[in-house]
């Protein structure tokens, strides 16, 4: 069986928020720390999740090995639920892109599937959407919550 490729994800497809388990959970192998560098990630408060695009920053989430026996379903739905149609579809609301992702237990880097947002179809993201500065989805909620509840 050949090797898929991985999927590296930085915000509700992470383990333990609601997109895993809707989409990955009991459907991967392994995961493992990762991080992807010259970009930058945005919190829509407006949409509930995160977007990615190219910058000077780093931004951190999960290498994801998908089960082979269920991979090209698992990657059909995953491309749905990102509103990704087709490459380079003006529609899209997330591209699809190989790019070199960085290990972070061992550096090793690898190229993995990435999700990039379109804010060109997003008429409230210059206006709404709140820049993560540390790169972390996963730590952004977490502060979030945390103040909500202060």
Known sequence: ??????????????????????YLKGKVISIKPGKIHNMVLYHMPYKGYPALLKGTGTVYGEIMEINPEIYDETMKAMDEMEGFISENNPQNEYEKKLLKVEHLDDKKT?????????????????????????????????????????
């Open 110 to 150: 690898e190229q993995c599937y990435v999700y990039f947002y379109n804010k060109h179809i997003d008429p409230d993201f210059s206006n709404k959407a709140v820049l993560i500065p540390h790169g972390d989805w996963v730590n952004h909620m977490c502060e979030s919550e945390k103040n909500r509840k202060i």
């Open 1 to 22: 069986m050949n090797k898929k490729i991985n999927v590296f994800v930085y915000g509700s497809l992470r383990e333990g928020f609601f997109n895993y388990d809707k």
